[in-house]
C-alpha cells in the first residue's frame, strides 16, 4: 500500500525497517541521526508532513505510536487493518477515537504470515475524517 508514496516514520521504526523507500520522513530528536540516500530527518511530525507533502506523493504515517498520536489530527483519512488472529506482542496502538470518524470502505483479504507460515485474514478499514486540522504551512 506505501509503495511510492512518503512516508513518515519515527526513529525507532525507521531503524527496524529492512527496505527503506525514498522519501522517508523520520521524526527524531537527534538531528545528526545518519539517515539512508532519499531519507530526511526531521524534528517534529509537522514538519515531516509538511516536508513529505512537498514530494507531491501521497503521505502515509507508518508509526511508531507516538508519531501516530502526534500526526492523528492532521489525518483525513486512516487504515486500520484488523487482523482475525491473536499475536503475542508488547506494543499496542494507540487509543484514538475512531467513533468520530465515518468509516469510507472496507476490504477482506487473506494475507500469508511469514513467521508461522500460514494465512491469515485481515480486515482492511478505510476510516474518513470529516474536520481535519491543516498545519501552519500546509
Same mark, same amino acid.
Given at each position: 500500500?506505501?509503495?511510492g508514496h512518503? =512516508? %513518515?516514520?519515527?526513529? =525507532?521504526?525507521?531503524?527496524?525497517m529492512?527496505?527503506v523507500?525514498? &522519501?522517508t520522513?523520520?521524526?527524531t530528536?537527534?538531528?545528526?541521526?545518519?539517515?539512508?540516500?532519499g531519507?530526511?530527518?526531521?524534528?517534529t511530525?509537522g514538519d515531516?508532513i $509538511?516536508?513529505?507533502?512537498g514530494t507531491g506523493?501521497e %503521505?502515509f504515517?507508518?508509526g511508531?505510536?507516538? !508519531?501516530y498520536?502526534?500526526a492523528?489530527p492532521?489525518l &483525513?483519512r486512516?487504515l486500520?487493518?484488523?487482523?482475525?488472529?491473536?499475536?503475542?506482542g &508488547?506494543t499496542w496502538f494507540?487509543? !484514538?477515537?475512531?467513533n468520530q470518524?465515518p468509516?469510507?470502505? /472496507?476490504q477482506?483479504? $487473506?494475507l500469508h /504470515? $511469514?513467521?508461522?507460515?500460514s &494465512?491469515?485474514?485481515?480486515?482492511?478499514? /478505510?476510516?474518513? +475524517?470529516?474536520?481535519?486540522q491543516r498545519l501552519? +504551512?500546509?
Amino acid at each position: 500500500v506505501v509503495a511510492g508514496h512518503a =512516508l %513518515v516514520v519515527g526513529r =525507532l521504526t525507521y531503524e527496524s525497517m529492512e527496505v527503506v523507500p525514498v &522519501d522517508t520522513f523520520v521524526v527524531t530528536r537527534h538531528p545528526e541521526l545518519p539517515v539512508r540516500p532519499g531519507c530526511v530527518a526531521t524534528s517534529t511530525v509537522g514538519d515531516a508532513i $509538511t516536508t513529505a507533502q512537498g514530494t507531491g506523493k501521497e %503521505v502515509f504515517v507508518i508509526g511508531g505510536a507516538s !508519531i501516530y498520536a502526534a500526526a492523528w489530527p492532521y489525518l &483525513d483519512r486512516f487504515l486500520l487493518t484488523h487482523i482475525e488472529r491473536e499475536f503475542a506482542g &508488547d506494543t499496542w496502538f494507540p487509543e !484514538i477515537p475512531l467513533n468520530q470518524w465515518p468509516i469510507a470502505g /472496507e476490504q477482506r483479504r $487473506t494475507l500469508h /504470515e $511469514t513467521k508461522s507460515k500460514s &494465512d491469515v485474514v485481515c480486515r482492511i478499514v /478505510e476510516y474518513r +475524517n470529516p474536520h481535519p486540522q491543516r498545519l501552519g +504551512n500546509a
